[in-house]
C-alpha cells in the first residue's frame, strides 16, 4: 500500500462478512450534479462496496427500510416530516442516526450531511454498528488549512515533494490530486484551504491563474471545501503598475476592488485571504505609517460584499533584532503591535500562531489570545514538522484551527505515513476539542492499518511517545528546540541560537543560559499575559520545569523541581530520548508481517534514520552544553569518549571524510561518505 488512500481504505474489520443488517439502498434527497451531496452518494457506494463489498441501490422516497436516507434536515423534513433533532444542528453539523438497516444522515447543508456520511463509514470500517442516534455540531466555523506552496511548484517547508497547485508559475492543469485532497480533508471536516504560500507571489493574480484558481476551486467544491488564497501587500504596486500600496489610497482600495471581484467572479465561493504583512521583509501597512488594521481592514472592504473573511496574521516581527539590547525579546513582539488596535479590526479575524516566537518543540500559548478581547481570532498550527524533525522524525502534536499541512506530491501526502495522524487529529480537534487523544489516534491507527491488537498498541505507544521523545533530544526546558535557526530548521546547531538577527535567543554562556522574560529583571514578556499566568510565570517558584529557560536565565547548575541541575536534567534526557529512539525501532520492527510490506519497509527506514539522528543531536547538544559550561555528566557519559572510535579517524577505502554543514557537534563536526 502506498499510502494514498490515508485514513479512507475502506478495509473490511474483523467479521466483515457475517453483518446481516446492513443498509440495501441509499435516497438521496435533493442532490444536484457536483454538490457536496452526490459526493456523498458516491462516497456511500463506494465505503460501502469496500467495507463489506456490498453494492447498494437505488432506494425511492418514502422507503425507509432497509434504506440509508441522506440530505440537508430540511428537505428531509419536507418528504418525511419534523424531527426533534433538527433544531439542535448547527451551521456544518449533521444528526447521524443508525439502527439495524435504517440510517439516518442529515446535515444542516450539504457539508453536514458529507461529514455525517464520513462519520458514519469510519464508524463501519471499525467495525463500529451498534444502534446510535446523535448530533455533531462544530466547535468553529473556520477550520482551514494553510499550504504554502510557491508558484514554481516548490513548498516552503514542505516535505513531501513538489506542489499539487502549482507549476512553472502557473496553477496545474491536472487537479486530480487536488481534488482527491480535498476528500481526505472533507472527511476530517475541514471546510476551508489556502492554497499557496504565507510568503505571497502577486503573479497569482494574473487573468491566466484566476481561472486557474477557478479550476482548483471547482475540483474542491464537492468536497465542501472552499478556496482561499494568500495575498502579496503590495501587489497593486509590484503587480498592478501603481505608484503606491498604502492602503488608505483610494486608488489602491480600487485596485484591490477590482482584482477581488474578478476573483469572486471564477470562484463565487472563494473562503477568503490570508495575509502576512510587515514580516519577515514582507511588505505591509506599517511602510505607510498605517496601522497593521488599516491594513486588514482595505482587504475586507474588498471581500465584504462577497462574504469573504480575511485572516490577519499576528505573526509580524522585524527579523534584524539587535541582540546587545537586553530589553529586546521577539516573542513580545505579536502584543505590541496588536494591542492598541484590538476592536479596530473590521469583519477580520487575526490568526495567531500558538506559541509567542515559532512552533517550537515547547512554547507556551501565546499572550496575544487573552490581549485581544474585541477581535475575532484563530490559532495557526504547524502539521508540516518544519522544527519538529521534517517528517524523518516522530512527532505528534494536538491542534486547532488554521494548520499548515503543506501535501506534496509523494502519494503518502506527508512523506510518512505516521505523520498522517497529525492532519487527522488536526481536523477532528477543529471539530471538536475536548476529544481524546488516545481515542482519536486509534480511531485512526485502525482505519489506517487495521485491527490487529498487536498494531494498535505498539503505534500508539509509539505516538503517544513520539513529542516528549524528540523533546527530550532537541531542545529542553523551554529553551526552543535548538535546530540551525538560519537556514535549515533541521538538525542540532545550539551555536546559531544566540547573536543572531531573528531573536531567537538561548542566551547561554559559561555559567548560565536562558531567557530572562521577567518583568522585573527581563525582557517583560511575562507580564503579556493576564495576571493570574503573569504571576505564576514571573516567579521562578511557580514556572513549570518544562518553560523554565522560557522565562528564567539560571546557572546550569539551578536545581529544578525535580531535584536535579539544568545541566543534568539537559544530560539525562537526551540520553532518555535518544535511547526511545532506539526502541521505537524495535517495536516497529515487531509489527513486520502485521501490517502491508510496503508501508512496514517506509516507516522502519525512518525510524531508523530518526534512531540515528537522535544520537546526532544527543551528542551534539550535550557535548555543546559541555563545552560550554565545562560540567561533568553525573553518569560519566559527557565529555571525552576514549572508548569511542570515530570512523573519520580510521584509514578510509571507499569513503571520504567531511565537514558536516550546517555544523554539527557531534563527532568532532565530521562524517563520512
Ligand atoms: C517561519 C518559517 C518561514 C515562514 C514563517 C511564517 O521558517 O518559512 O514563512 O515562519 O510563518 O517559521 O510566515
Redesign the pocket.
Known amino acids: 500500500e502506498d499510502g494514498s488512500p490515508a485514513w479512507l481504505r475502506y478495509a473490511p474489520p474483523p467479521h466483515a462478512s457475517s453483518h446481516s443488517s446492513l443498509p440495501s439502498s441509499i435516497i438521496t434527497l435533493n442532490s444536484t450534479r457536483g454538490s457536496p451531496l452526490s459526493t456523498v452518494q458516491q462516497e456511500l457506494y463506494r465505503g460501502i462496496q469496500g467495507i463489506f463489498g456490498k453494492t447498494l441501490s437505488q432506494g425511492n422516497p418514502p422507503n425507509q427500510h432497509g434504506t440509508i436516507i441522506v440530505g440537508t434536515a430540511q428537505a428531509y423534513q419536507k418528504s418525511y416530516g419534523e424531527f426533534d433533532e433538527a433544531k439542535k444542528i448547527e451551521e456544518d453539523g449533521y444528526f447521524l442516526s443508525s439502527e439495524g438497516n435504517q440510517v439516518l444522515i442529515l446535515g444542516q447543508n450539504e457539508r453536514g450531511a458529507l461529514y455525517g456520511a464520513f462519520d458514519y463509514l469510519s464508524r463501519l470500517a471499525q467495525g463500529k454498528l451498534d444502534a446510535i442516534s446523535y448530533v455533531s455540531n462544530p466547535h468553529a466555523p473556520i477550520r482551514w488549512t494553510n499550504e504554502w506552496d510557491n508558484m514554481d511548484g516548490s513548498i516552503?517547508?514542505g516535505y513531501a515533494g513538489p506542489s499539487i497547485f502549482f507549476e512553472n508559475g502557473f496553477v496545474t492543469n491536472n487537479v486530480t490530486r487536488v481534488a482527491e485532497y480535498a476528500r481526505l480533508l472533507a472527511s476530517i471536516r475541514i471546510n476551508g484551504m489556502i492554497v499557496n504560500n504565507?510568503?505571497a507571489n502577486a503573479t497569482l493574480l494574473s487573468p491566466r491563474n484566476i481561472n486557474g484558481l477557478g479550476r482548483l476551486a471547482d475540483a474542491m467544491r464537492p468536497y465542501g471545501v472552499q478556496l482561499g488564497i494568500s495575498l502579496n501587500f503590495a501587489s497593486p504596486q509590484t503587480f498592478g503598475g501603481l505608484g503606491t500600496f498604502d492602503p488608505l489610497d483610494p486608488a489602491v482600495d480600487a485596485w484591490w476592488a477590482n482584482i477581488t471581484n474578478q476573483i469572486y467572479a471564477r470562484v463565487p465561493d472563494m473562503a477568503g485571504y490570508l495575509v502576512?504583512a510587515n514580516?519577515?521583509g514582507q511588505p505591509g501597512p506599517l511602510t505607510y505609517n498605517r496601522t497593521l488594521a488599516d491594513g486588514a481592514n482595505m482587504f475586507a472592504r474588498a471581500a465584504k460584499p462577497h462574504g469573504g473573511i480575511i485572516m490577519f496574521r499576528a505573526?509580524v516581527y522585524d527579523n534584524h533584532i539587535n541582540e546587545s539590547n537586553w530589553k529586546a525579546d521577539r516573542a513580545n513582539a505579536a502584543v505590541e503591535f496588536f494591542q492598541d488596535l484590538d476592536g479596530k479590526f473590521d469583519d477580520n479575524v487575526v490568526q495567531i500562531k500558538y506559541g509567542p516566537i515559532?512552533?517550537q518543540v515547547r512554547e507556551p500559548a501565546s499572550p496575544l489570545f487573552s490581549t485581544l478581547r474585541d477581535t475575532s481570532t484563530a490559532i495557526e498550527l504547524q502539521v508540516t514538522q518544519?522544527y519538529l524533525g521534517q517528517q524523518t522524525h516522530l512527532v505528534r502534536p494536538l491542534g486547532g484551527l488554521a494548520g499548515v499541512v503543506n501535501v506534496g506530491t509523494n502519494m503518502t501526502w506527508l512523506g510518512s505515513h505516521l505523520a498522517m495522524s497529525n492532519l487527522y487529529a488536526y481536523g477532528l480537534l477543529a471539530w471538536d476539542p475536548a476529544l481524546g487523544a488516545e481515542e482519536m489516534l486509534q480511531d485512526w491507527i485502525r482505519l489506517t492499518f487495521g485491527h490487529n491488537k498487536k498494531v494498535i498498541e505498539t503505534i500508539t505507544d509509539m505516538l503517544i511517545k513520539s513529542w516528549p521523545t524528540y523533546e527530550n533530544y532537541t531542545g529542553n526546558l523551554g529553551i526552543q528546540t535548538l535546530t540551525d535557526i538560519l537556514y535549515t530548521?533541521f538538525g542540532p546547531n545550539p551555536a546559531t541560537m544566540d547573536n543572531n538577527g531573528w531573536g531567537q535567543w538561548t542566551r547561554a554562556d559559561k555559567f548560565s543560559i536562558g531567557m530572562d522574560r521577567t518583568v522585573k529583571n527581563g525582557t517583560g514578556n511575562a507580564g503579556q499575559y493576564c495576571p493570574e499566568v503573569a504571576n505564576v510565570y514571573e516567579n521562578i517558584e511557580t514556572t513549570p520545569d518544562k518553560l523554565l529557560l522560557w522565562f528564567h536565565h539560571v546557572n546550569y547548575t539551578y536545581r529544578l523541581k525535580s531535584g536535579k541541575t539544568v545541566i543534568q536534567h539537559f544530560y539525562d534526557s537526551h540520553y532518555n530520548g535518544a535511547a526511545t529512539a532506539q526502541d521505537s525501532v524495535k517495536q516497529w520492527s515487531s509489527l513486520e508481517g502485521r501490517i502491508d510490506n510496503e508501508r512496514f519497509e517506509d516507516v522502519l527506514l525512518r525510524q531508523k534514520f530518526q534512531a540515528g539522528h537522535a544520537l546526532v543531536w544527543r551528542d551534539s547538544i550535550n557535548q555543546f552544553y559541555y563545552n560550554l559550561s565545562e560540567i561533568k555528566d553525573d553518569a560519566g557519559r559527557v565529555g571525552d569518549h576514549p572508548y569511542r572510535i570515530e570512523a573519520e579517524d580510521r584509514t578510509l577505502d571507499g569513503y571520504k571524510s567531511y565537514s558536516v554543514n550546517p555544523f554539527h557537534a557531534a563527532s568532532g563536526a565530521k562524517a563520512i561518505v
Open positions: 516552503e517547508r504565507v510568503n502576512k514580516s519577515e505573526f515559532d512552533f518544519e530548521h
